[in-house]
């Protein structure tokens, strides 16, 4: 354990070394997270216990993305605890928050990943449901609420964001950051099935490298959390491997269609406009395309409901939302909207 001090204040944080013995771990947080953890585990399948109440240490990965994923990170670290008796080692994202108060049984758990580590069993750790797909049920559908991705194999490509959105804390709480080279990922590459690049935002070179490489070997690979400015800086050999056949979906989160939202979330209209323009051309190519988008969003405390259902509809095969959140949690407040948004 040590002491830290970050964006958003200080505290004390474990580290993975500080874990003991058999370790029991479930994810509430993205693939992102998820895969981070799953790389060590398959690093270290000899410390894997997939009975909670049987491991020496329980961890919880946790989102942060918004008061409605933080009030389900610290629902689930609490069952846990009631189930357990023990104490929750919380990473993921959410450990990084120094200023959200979280439940004495909880300590914060600092970044666990094995960088270049093959993930040859998703199962050592556990995935929990979405928490905002309310009957969920795991299926081979793979576009069905709540399913993008999760059946597909996670390459692990890199981690971190240098954006600047106004909205997120991404580069703040996924610790170091990294990216991998693709020629040195082939070989895992070809060991799995239902590929996709796995990065909180890969790179422009990466993604015209793995371009090349799934067109070269002849395989299909997707492509999730590409921004629109990335997409559009390798639009030529993304619509190039669209038209070859070799890429099966493409995930570029837009957050709006409202031109003075994307200005207030310091996004690019310009670069939002180009890239919903070449998702619609590799939609037409046969590629599925999904998306992310941040309902009522505050502008100078005016809400903007920014929801246009039928647009999301008609030009994506899958998308999710988030409802805006301003980064200050309250657990009362988070309670009742995710009663307004998701339900009992």
Same mark, same amino acid.
């Given at each position: 354990?040590?002491?830290?001090?970050?964006?958003?204040?200080?505290?004390?944080?474990?580290?993975?070394?500080?874990?003991?013995?058999?370790?029991?771990?479930?994810?509430?947080?993205?693939?992102?997270?998820?895969?981070?953890?799953?790389?060590?585990?398959?690093?270290?399948?000899?410390?894997?216990?997939?009975?909670?109440?049987?491991?020496?240490?329980?961890?919880?990965?946790?989102?942060?993305?918004?008061?409605?994923?933080?009030?389900?990170?610290?629902?689930?670290?609490?069952?846990?605890?009631?189930?357990?008796? &023990?104490?929750?080692?919380?990473?993921?994202? !959410?450990?990084?928050?120094?200023?959200?108060?979280?439940?004495?049984?909880?300590?914060?758990?600092?970044?666990?990943?094995?960088?270049?580590?093959?993930?040859?069993?998703?199962?050592?750790?556990?995935?929990?449901?979405?928490?905002?797909?309310?009957?969920?049920?795991?299926?081979?559908?793979?576009?069905?609420?709540?399913?993008?991705?999760?059946?597909?194999?996670?390459?692990?490509?890199?981690?971190?964001?240098?954006?600047?959105?106004?909205?997120?804390?991404?580069?703040?709480?996924?610790?170091?950051?990294?990216?991998?080279?693709?020629?040195?990922?082939?070989?895992?590459? !070809?060991?799995?099935?239902?590929?996709?690049?796995?990065?909180?935002?890969?790179?422009?070179?990466?993604?015209?490298?793995?371009? &090349?490489? &799934?067109?070269?070997?002849?395989?299909?690979?997707?492509?999730?959390?590409?921004?629109?400015?990335?997409?559009?800086?390798?639009?030529?050999?993304?619509?190039?491997?669209?038209?070859?056949?070799?890429?099966?979906?493409?995930?570029?989160?837009?957050?709006?269609?409202?031109?003075?939202?994307?200005?207030?979330?310091?996004?690019?209209?310009? +670069?939002?406009?180009?890239? !919903?323009?070449? +998702?619609?051309?590799?939609?037409?190519?046969?590629?599925?395309?999904?998306?992310?988008?941040?309902?009522?969003?505050?502008?100078?405390?005016?809400?903007?409901?920014?929801?246009?259902?039928?647009?999301?509809?008609?030009?994506?095969?899958?998308?999710?939302?988030?409802?805006?959140?301003?980064?200050?949690?309250?657990?009362?407040? &988070?309670?009742?909207?995710?009663?307004?948004?998701?339900?009992?």
């Amino acid at each position: 354990m040590k002491k830290i001090k970050n964006i958003f204040g200080e505290g004390e944080i474990y580290g993975v070394e500080d874990l003991e013995g058999k370790v029991y771990a479930t994810s509430a947080a993205c693939m992102s997270v998820w895969s981070d953890f799953l790389s060590w585990a398959n690093a270290n399948p000899d410390r894997i216990e997939k009975d909670a109440k049987k491991a020496d240490s329980v961890v919880v990965l946790g989102c942060q993305v918004t008061d409605l994923a933080i009030l389900n990170d610290i629902k689930v670290a609490t069952k846990l605890h009631n189930e357990t008796g &023990a104490d929750i080692y919380m990473g993921g994202c !959410l450990a990084q928050r120094m200023d959200i108060e979280l439940p004495p049984f909880i300590r914060r758990l600092d970044v666990v990943r094995t960088v270049g580590q093959e993930i040859n069993d998703r199962n050592l750790i556990d995935y929990e449901s979405p928490y905002w797909v309310l009957d969920f049920e795991e299926t081979k559908e793979n576009l069905k609420d709540g399913n993008l991705f999760r059946n597909y194999y996670p390459l692990k490509i890199g981690a971190g964001c240098h954006g600047k959105c106004k909205y997120c804390t991404i580069k703040h709480t996924r610790g170091e950051t990294y990216a991998t080279i693709p020629e040195a990922q082939i070989e895992e590459f !070809l060991n799995h099935e239902d590929v996709v690049l796995i990065s909180d935002s890969p790179t422009v070179s990466q993604i015209k490298d793995w371009c &090349a490489i &799934a067109k070269r070997l002849e395989k299909q690979i997707s492509i999730r959390n590409i921004e629109p400015q990335t997409l559009v800086s390798c639009s030529e050999e993304v619509i190039d491997l669209a038209m070859s056949g070799y890429l099966d979906i493409l995930h570029c989160p837009i957050q709006s269609f409202d031109e003075d939202v994307l200005k207030a979330m310091n996004r690019s209209v310009t +670069m939002t406009k180009k890239a !919903l323009e070449i +998702m619609q051309t590799i939609r037409s190519l046969g590629v599925k395309v999904a998306t992310n988008i941040i309902i009522d969003y505050k502008i100078d405390e005016k809400i903007i409901p920014n929801h246009d259902q039928k647009r999301l509809v008609k030009e994506f095969d899958y998308y999710s939302w988030n409802p805006y959140f301003d980064g200050n949690f309250n657990m009362e407040k &988070a309670k009742e909207r995710f009663k307004k948004y998701i339900g009992e």
